[in-house]
Nanobody
Framework: QLVESGGGLVQAGGSLRLTCTAS????????VGWYRQAPGERRALVGS???????NYVDSVKGRFAISRDNAKSQVYLQMNNLRPEDTAVYYC????????????????WGQGTQVTVSS
């Protein structure tokens, strides 16, 4: 019900835009989170967006990543700029979660993930 796209190989300092596409029933007008999982590490929240477009990010990506959404297309985007090798991971979108005071709690819907590799 969620499909990520837009991953790939990019050099450090480059940019990528990931897209999370969902059925309107899944995405609705609810909050969405972007997560990433590097090899040997746990899946971790990168940032999230609420139904009104409010966003929140972890410190390591603030100023470099931006999340936006187009409810008419049932899509959420993760624009990643000034990428670093440490951003290399599989990126997942998550839906069905809750947004309370800028904190996103994951929901039950996950995509299959898209690989982002940043070379130095």
């Amino acid at each position: 019900q969620l499909v990520e796209s837009g991953g790939g190989l990019v050099q450090a300092g480059g940019s990528l835009r990931l897209t999370c596409t969902a059925s309107s029933r899944t995405l609705g007008l609810g909050a969405v989170g972007w997560y990433r999982q590097a090899p040997g590490e746990r899946r971790a929240l990168v940032g999230s967006i609420n139904s009104r477009g409010g966003t929140n990010y972890v410190d390591s990506v603030k100023g470099r990543f931006a999340i936006s959404r187009d409810n008419a297309k049932s899509q959420v985007y993760l624009q990643m700029n000034n990428l670093r090798p440490e951003d290399t991971a599989v990126y997942y979108c998550n839906a069905g979660g809750t947004w309370i005071s800028t904190d996103y709690t994951q929901g039950d819907y996950w995509g299959q993930g898209t690989q982002v590799t940043v070379s130095s």
